[in-house]
């Protein structure tokens, strides 16, 4: 039988290795986001210390739950010993070669050199790390297998998070081959850059589809990567259908938990796609470009062009039904720069207008539109990605379809001003439904109206019909088209205060609600009133949302919106409000 000095000093040596691991992996992250990149010789270590750190956790785990037998516990103890030379050593290595936050630029680069004179020495340690990595983790895992038999719930068949439905409309344009082509090979990377509208999202939902289709025992994970929130919520909903133990506990890092989980070859195959990863700042990263920073590789990425005219023709044909004229379609689909975003806007358009709208006669508006809405395609309203000498047709789409929905179904339009002003994606139902209307609008209904949207591509709803998505040009465009109607301001005052009756106050029991509808809030930090009671609505948004953000450890958002929060309310309230007072401490809390 162990000793019981034996097993008090393996947990307290795993303890005190898995807070010194973590911090000499905190030292090379934030070397990484400071300088772009640690030297080449860190880059495997790196790689190796958040495996290390796991294999210890899970150990640690196994003689807390008493499934670990006695000759483990014995065996176990040197190589956490040793464990802990090794990471000794490369911390002081570290601090030999790694620049520090006052080095002068003399200093980085005599630094810079020396990491040269390390590359065998850290070698060496990663080797010796990956040799403890698999003793510990034999070990954990034979001491666990019991209790995962006796325990756990049965392996989770695999499945798929992808949050839209197939498109029967869908035009195979080749570009499936290649990704596909591409994909083949396991821990294989491909990354999809276009302009937004081409179709980048619906490939990916199509090959989704496939892949379920031709391999039903292969995971498919949908991550959206608008925002750091939405990152974080597509690796939740990941942990939840895998149904990863303590994927639903407040305190868990979700992000490490997946990627523990994917790690694992035992966990079977997997696809992952990330949604509109087209911001640096999601992923941290220095100014790269974000696809090569995905895949590593330019010959792994995938440039999506505007269709060929076959396939715009194809895709107008089967939106419309197929009874189209040839040289109208041809024409339409032209003016249109083959865009596939605006030539499924443009069918709807003339689907629900039939048979008084045809495609001759919506080219005509369109080409009309040009010229009499010269100011507002003046305007810069279209992505700030795109080429500036390209055409601006798919806002001209979009300016047709806001003016006849405003003149046939004004309730809708109203809606999607109110959309416009949330965070994209997860739109929930509940903050819609009864919110947008008017004294005007008596015989509205949200599902018409809802109907009205999603009829022009201008929402999109998910798989379980209670949360919306808008494309990002679309908010855009509506917000620009708000401007010059005069009505931005009074959208975002409606905003302002829809958002400070729902938002939760920031406190533990309010959490999953909080983060939920954190995007949401972000969206309205760029609202700010002029004054007024509304500048009051709008502080106490920011300072809820703070308070959620500080206790989930985003210390920068919760810095930011406390400040926010506490200017408008000196302003508004003066310096001696409770209110303000409570912003005082919220923000002095936040480190």
Known sequence: MAEPLTVVGIVANIIQLVDFGSRVLSRLEEYQSNFGDVPEAFRHIKAELPVLLDALRQTKAAIDAGSMQDESKNALLPAVEGCRVQINLLDDVLAEVLPAPGDSWARRGRKALRSLRYDTKVEKITSVVRGYIQTLTYHAAAS??????????????????????????FVDRDVLAEIECKSKQPASRVALVGLGGVGKSQLAVEYSYRTRERSPGTWVFWVPASSP???????????????????DQSDVDILRLVYSWLSHEANGRWVMIIDNADDINVFSLSGRDVAFQLTGSYADIIRIPPMEQAHALALLR?????????????????????????IAQAAAYIS????????????QDLRRGDRDRAKLLNMDIGDSRRDGTASNSIIATWQISFEHIRRDRPSAMRLLSLMSLFDRQGIPDSLLDGRYQDASDASSDFEEDLNTLTSFSLVATDVEGHQFEMHRLVQFSTRKWLELQGELEGWREKYVRLMDDNYPAGKYENWKACRALFPHAEAAVPCRPGGGSILEA????????????????NYQAAHEMNRGALEAREATLGADHPDTLDSVNNLGHTP
Do not use: C
């Open 144 to 169: 666990l297998r019991p209790l995962t038999v006796d325990r756990m719930l049965p392996r989770p068949t695999p499945s798929s998070t992808v949050p839209f439905r197939r498109d029967p409309h």
């Open 229 to 247: 929130a939405r990152f974080e919520e597509g690796y939740r909903k990941i942990a939840e259908r895998a149904k990863l133990p303590g994927w």
């Open 318 to 342: 089967n939106k419309l039904g197929g009874n189209v004229e040839h040289d109208d379609a041809v024409a339409l689909v032209e003016a249109l720069d083959y865009m596939p975003l605006a």
């Open 352 to 363: 629900q207008r039939a048979p008084r709208a045809t495609v001759s006669r919506y080219l």
């Open 538 to 553: 709008w502080a106490s948004v920011l300072y809820k949302a703070a308070w959620y953000a500080g206790g989930v450890g």
